[in-house]
Structure formats: C-alpha cells, structure tokens
C-alpha cells in the first residue's frame, strides 16, 4: 500500500488524491463521488495552514469573512481541478493575522503576489495582483464588498497563475 | 546627503516570513504614526549606505525588549526599483522616503505614504514593494 493510500476495514482502497474517470476503461466504478474525499482535496494542501490561521482570528466578524472568503477560494479550486487544471502550477497560500485584528491571505510566487485582505470594517475588505516586469507589472485592486461576487473574482485571479504557464 | 543604491529592512520575528522563506507582504504595511508633523504614514528601514549598514541593522537592539531587534535577519531593496514601482501607473508616485538618522542608528530612514491613500492600494503597493525584496540575509 502506498503512503498516499488508506486502506479500509473492507478492504477498500482509498486514495488521498481523487482519481478521475478513466473512459477507456469500461464500466470502471468509483467508491463514491470523485470529490466526495473533499478533506483529502488537493485543495485542501494548498489551505490548511490558512485555514488554520482563519480559525484563530479574534474579531468573529473578520472570522466569518475571511473562513468565507477561504471557502469560496477553495470551490475555486476544486473548480478548477474538476476542469483539469494542474493545481501544481498555483503557488502556496500563506495567511497572517495582523496584530490589528486584520486578516491577510496571499499566493506568493517569485514574479507576482496575489492577496485578499479582511479589515474591520467589511467595505475595506480588498484584492491585489501584482507582478514583475516580466509579467507586465500588472498592479491592480479592488474591493470585497458584500455585492461583489467573490467566485467569479477569484476564478479570474486564479487563472492568472494557471495561465502564467 | 544623496540615497544609496539600495535600503534595507529588518525582519523582526518568524511571523514575517512563510514557512516556505518568502517574506510577508504585511512586513512592508505602513502604519500610522502619531510623532510624525506631516500627512504621511511611514515604515522604517535602514539606508545601506556602506558595508557596516548590514552588520549594524543584524544587531541592532530593540530599545524595549533590549533583545536583538529582527531576530529573522533583513532583506534588500534596491532603489532604483521602488522609483519604477512608483512610476507605476497605479502607483502614480505616492511613495517617497526620507532619512531620519537616530542616536543609536545613522542609516535610520523611512518609507513614506499618504495616510489618506486607501487601506487596499497601501496593502496593494506593500505586496508590490515585497516581491522586489531580495533574499534574506542573517
């Protein structure tokens, strides 16, 4: 058995990572829906250590926002992974609690940075994208705001690392 | 007394830095500052103005806790490149720096933004000021 494996009382197999749906095998069965393992999601690697630092943050407020925002980052991936995406080409995510109760959470890769901050006050809550020269010095921003969709926004930041490739 | 080709900024503790050794953008906020006599909120940082600059800021004291002031060691930034960052166009030259010699510290300085800039394009320049940080130095 391999260190990626588990195995069960009834001799199931399961995998850490998802398996997909080979179509040239036939009537292949899976053990369950392939994202049914959502807490061994590749997604969840790139999370944890975020997560984890979302959960300690005092003010409940800026909690609910920012495990909200990880929550809609981490469909994202799961998106993204469902449509093939290589989820090795997306940078580690790194979070921080600021010591004035703010929250910040950035991919960073050697040219670019791509964050999502959670301030006190909701409409401050912000994004950034910002890169090199080699990659256009891109230097953008926007807010959070509660009538922003976050889905559609992280979807388009997480293209960005996906694309860079 | 003109600027050096690069300044440097101290990393005080592991919280500056990912557990994969990138620096954090929050070691580059700037933040308030109530003895300031102008608009601006600043972050310090030392100009490296000769070679003694690195061993100087490597065992600076913190006048508080009286231990070694960035127990993480201090990264580099050359000047030149924080100017094309604030040619920028969403930069748009908001930043400045200054010299600010201490008693205990000749190379002290600061880098200087508006406190009326909005709090995302501070946090958004302070990520565009990380990525140009060099590796870290202890």
Redesign the interface.
């Known amino acids: 058995m391999k260190q990626s494996e588990q195995i069960t009382d009834s001799k199931q197999v399961l995998s850490f990572v998802p398996k997909r749906i080979d179509s040239s095998i036939n009537n292949q069965t899976m053990g369950n829906d392939i994202h049914g393992y959502s807490w061994l999601h590749p997604s969840s690697s790139l999370m944890v ?1 975020t997560i984890s630092t979302a959960r300690d943050i005092e003010d409940p407020n800026i909690k609910d926002e920012a495990l909200k925002l990880l929550h809609n980052i981490q469909n994202t991936l799961k998106f993204l992974d469902f449509h093939s995406c290589d989820l090795n080409l997306i940078p ?1 995510m ?1 979070a ?1 609690n ?1 010591e004035d109760g703010t929250f ?1 959470t ?1 991919l ?1 890769s050697k ?3 791509i ?1 999502f ?1 959670i ?1 006190k006050e909701n409409i ?1 809550s ?3 994208l ?4 080699n990659l256009g ?1 891109i ?5 959070l705001a509660p009538n922003i969709n976050q889905n559609k926004l992280i979807l388009w930041l997480l293209l960005f690392p996906l694309m860079e490739y | 007394m003109p600027y050096p080709e690069k300044f440097i900024k101290g990393i005080p503790d592991d ?1 500056c830095i ?3 050794g ?1 620096i ?3 070691l580059f ?1 700037f933040h308030e500052n109530s003895s300031r006599k102008d608009d601006n909120m600043d972050q310090s940082i030392n100009w490296y103005d000769d070679e003694n600059a690195i061993t100087h800021t490597l065992n600076q004291i913190n006048p508080h806790s009286k231990e070694i002031h960035f127990k993480e060691g201090l990264v580099t930034i050359v000047l030149d490149d924080l100017e ?1 960052l604030n040619k ?4 748009n030259n908001i930043l400045n720096y200054e010299r600010q010699p201490l008693d205990q510290n000749p190379y002290h300085g600061n880098l200087l933004i508006h406190k009326d800039i ?4 501070m ?2 320049i302070s ?2 000021i ?2 140009l940080a060099s590796q870290i130095i202890r």
């Open positions: 250590d580690p790194h921080h600021n910040i950035e960073v040219n670019y940075r964050g901050n301030e401050e912000s994004w950034y910002v890169t090199k020269g010095e230097d953008a921003s926007g807010y | 919280k990912y557990e994969d990138t954090a953008t929050h906020h094309w920028r166009p969403g930069v909005p709090k995302k394009s946090k958004k990520a565009g990380a990525l």
